[in-house]
């Protein structure tokens, strides 16, 4: 389940976001049917979804109207037979804050009033697609979601003000994958820390960015694991490339086997 991470979404040659598969899924199922010949993946995430579309529909067609309804359906028609569910989702949710603002705006507390309120509101819908799904998996299913990397890490690239901006974004993100752990942990989901599988924090490390020379860590990595620091028309895009959709995996599996 979840938005277009969990399609494996990557920018194709003319530099449009299409589903793949070398998604996090597809690699998370290539390393677990080895051990289980006979698991099945059922995938229904939807590209561009959000929490309130996820549970209310909108973004794609689903049997019963939305992911959340046709996962509750798939559940309940096969309960006993699931042993993994995963999901990504709330990283659409406050795009609306924070596309486009200044670094005078940022400074001002714009971002930050906007996401105060909208994660407010992003919260409960997770608190309430948590509920519907352990409820139709049951107590014993494992779920796992998963905290999120900062793509806006590459805005410390190009100007003064683009430092800022990594800055700020690495600290907000940091809040927000905060708030999604206790909600998920609340429901007795498990949280795949892909925040820090991307060194997301780790402005002091350096290391070498070809083409560009050194760098902080987490910003060479974000630059290496997607396509965000590539030129067009695939670049800029905030989606993980082959590498990092693996990367995504394996923070799933490592939480898997906790």
């Known amino acids: 389940m979840g938005d277009s991470l969990s399609q494996g979404d990557q920018p194709d040659a003319a ?18 049917r080895r051990g289980t010949p006979g698991l099945r993946m059922v995938k229904l995430g939807c590209s561009g979804e959000t929490t309130g579309t996820m549970i209310h529909g909108g973004k794609c067609r689903y049997p019963g109207g939305s992911q959340l309804a046709a996962a509750d359906r798939f559940l309940r ?12 989702i709330g990283a659409n949710d406050p795009d609306s804050c924070v596309r486009g603002h200044s670094a005078d705006e940022i400074a001002a507390g714009t971002i930050a009033r906007c996401l105060n309120s909208r994660f407010r509101t992003t919260l409960a819908r997770l608190a309430t697609i948590l509920q519907r799904l352990r409820a139709a998996a049951g107590r014993k299913v494992t779920i796992i979601g ?13 100007t003064f003000t683009g430092k800022v901006i990594a800055a700020v974004s690495e600290r907000l993100v940091a809040a927000y994958n905060g708030l999604l752990a206790g909600v998920y942990r609340r429901y007795r989901a498990r949280v795949a820390d892909v925040f820090g599988a991307f060194h997301s924090g780790d402005f002091s490390d350096r290391a070498r960015l070809p083409g560009i020379g ?5 910003v060479a ?3 290496e694991w997607t396509w965000t620091c590539a030129s067009p028309p695939r670049g800029p895009d905030e989606h993980a490339n082959k590498i990092g959709y693996g990367v995504i995996a394996r923070a799933f599996l490592l939480a898997d086997r906790r």
């Not at 028609?77 to 990504?88: E, K, M, P, Y």
């Not at 998963?146 to 190009?158: D, I």
């Open 77 to 88: 028609a096969h309960r006993g037979h699931v042993s993994l569910i995963t999901i990504d």
């Open 146 to 158: 998963m905290s999120y990397y900062v793509p806006e890490l590459a805005a410390w690239l190009t």
């Open 15 to 32: 530099g449009d976001s299409t589903a793949t598969g070398q998604g996090y899924p597809d690699q998370l199922y290539g390393a677990l």
């Open 221 to 223: 990595t974000v630059c």
């Open 214 to 218: 050194t760098v902080p860590r987490n």
